[in-house]
DNA sequence: AACTGTGAAGACGTTCACAGCA
DNA sequence: TGCTGTGAACGTCTTCACAGTT
């Protein structure tokens, strides 16, 4: 989680808001609410003009239980017997989302990767707008990347002011990306996005969301692991008694709990 | 989230591992199992032998009741009084995660975004070997990357084969990705990084992990949004009384909700 | 009849606080 | 003494199942 809020200080500070205009969302509903719009847009541009829950949900592949209960905290824009108004809800996601008007994002740090965020055409239409391009190295400085210009990260101060910049990108190598993450608070900077695999330090008021490639591969790696096991385990099943002892040990106690429900032999076996 | 496991169907299937070699963790505890490898990596390099359940929370950016109940998981690798042996530790995670030897991947789309992918150097040095390039331009095709040659998306089931492949990332346009995946299933991968900003419907034996840059960059708009909704009711406090008139027919009724609320104007005031 | 909105129940995850071991 | 490992308490998220509305 992903995709989590990113609390750094351990401190007690509740992120409940206290004084707000708006609703006071669950974060995993928040972290659906871009799903759906994403789903919402491919519904509307098909040519519906209604969706049930059930519908939505399968597009924004979610159960429609979920997407309901996430929808009734913005408010009941549904109508039973009917179904959601599409444009409509449109509207309310990108408003609850601030997507009003197209924000300006910077990006520090246009080397492989940063080039690549940089070319996202997906930006643009989905509430971005990339408003400055900066990196250390003068060499990569004047390059255009979609009409962009890269700036010498010297100016990171000037021109987060110079586009009333809030929301920044990362996409720095690990031994920079600490040292930008200061500037860019110190900046005004409140949100960063950032893809360099370390845990940055920043202050309460700032959110931090990571991506890390190799993080992805390696939760998927335990799954694979664990299939591997399972359908290992289950052909050496009176064969190696040894694994057994193992077992146990390995276990600790929590094991035994579910000991009788073999719930993952799914599928994969049973064809 | 942000990473979650990824429930495609509904289905009744329960996740826990009966007849593991391994014991059940928690999936959140997966999701965090990678970064406090990342740390361990980095304190060994520094020279540490052993790290206190602070010391390595600290690093990993968690709370140390949090990491103690993750890696007490696993089992009990820790010394009372003392801490946690480093070298040892990271020999366990990578064993529960399934790194012990380089994982083959296949990388598919050879894009903006692919190619940089392709040339990240940070799969090497964490567990994973790019396998194989495929794209579907005949014109990227022959191509090579980290020494990798670019081949035709026609011998993708060719190429699975070969190598072995478990694990895929996919790369290319949204209007490919659901097609690519299907022929990666069909071949024999049972776990899919996805980058397309879609849903993929795969079967219940199948993971899917999904990174999509602008929901993370809209999750933090949401953020943004709430901090300068509060800035700024609390600035207009007594200012306009409107305002909460307003936020309570807000709650219910769909119009007018925000008509009073321009929560854009940001920080720009608050010095 | 068809669908939303939601209380209530249950699963899951986090944090607390301390017993127990080195 | 200093630290881990863990039951118990608490909080959050999901799912169920149905009352309520069009």
Known sequence: MTHHRNGNQPGTSVRRSTMPDFPDLPEATVARLP???????????????????????????????KLRKDLSHLGSY?????????????????????????????LVGVGNLGHA???????????????????????????EINNIAVRHIDELEAVVA??????????????????VADRLVAAGVTSILNFAPCVL???????????????ELQILSFHEHRKAASANGRAALEVAPTVTTAKVAA?????????TSPATIRAVITP
Chains 1, 2 share one sequence.
Not at 202 to 210: E, G, L, T
Request: glycine fraction near 10%; avoid cysteine.
């Open 78 to 106: 549904g109508t039973r017997g009917v179904g959601y108004d599409i444009e409509l809800l449109i509207e309310q996601i990108q408003s609850v989302l601030g997507l009003t008007a197209n924000r300006a994002v910077a």
């Open 162 to 179: 110079e586009h009333a910049i809030a929301i920044a990108v990362i996409a720095t190598p690990v031994h920079a990306a600490q040292e």
């Open 35 to 65: 799903e759906y719009l994403r789903a919402l847009h491919h519904l509307a541009e098909a040519g519906h003009e209604t969706i049930s829950s059930e519908g939505l949900a399968a597009a924004a592949g979610v159960n429609s239980a």
């Open 117 to 143: 965020l940089a070319g996202y055409a997906g930006f643009g239409t989905r509430g971005f707008r990339i408003a400055a391009l900066l990196d250390a190295d003068t060499r990569r400085v004047g390059e």
């Open 251 to 259: 276990a600790k106690l929590p094991s035994a709990k579910k000991a």
């Open 201 to 215: 330090t920043v202050p309460d008021n700032v959110d931090v969301r990571k991506v890390d490639l190799a993080i």
